[in-house]
């Protein structure tokens, strides 16, 4: 299965983006997924992750402001940001629980500005 990340871009500090992770070969459904982000100068790290179930868990630097889902039917998973800030600037991948190295693409980029 091949995963694709896209929707990032440049927003203000406040402002929301949607992110999608869209799966291609396979289907992910019954797999635990999560959103991963690798900050400048910083370790990649697990933002958020959903179960085949549904049931989510968050970093506590993003809880209350991001929401991750998962549309099995279109073998889709999206990240919603809301009040973005600065420290959430990153390169956003997705991938499995536990990690499957072989399933880093290049991720999308979000930058958000002060």
């Known amino acids: 299965v091949q995963l694709q990340a896209s929707g990032g871009g440049l927003v203000q500090a406040g402002g929301s983006l949607r992110l999608s992770c869209a799966a291609s070969?396979?289907?992910?459904?019954?797999?635990?997924i999560g959103w991963y982000r690798k900050a400048p100068g910083k370790q990649r790290e697990l933002v958020a992750a959903?179960?085949?179930?549904?049931?989510?868990n968050y970093a506590d630097s993003v809880k209350g402001r991001f929401t991750i889902s998962r549309d099995k039917a279109k073998n889709t998973m999206y990240l919603q940001m809301n009040s973005l800030k600065p420290e959430d600037t990153g390169v956003y991948y997705c991938?499995?629980?536990?990690?499957?190295?072989?399933?880093w693409g290049q991720g999308t980029q979000v930058t958000v500005s002060s």
């Open positions: 070969g396979s289907t992910f459904s019954s797999n635990v």
């Open positions: 959903v179960s085949s179930g549904g049931a989510t």
């Open positions: 991938n499995f629980l536990p990690v499957d190295a072989r399933r």
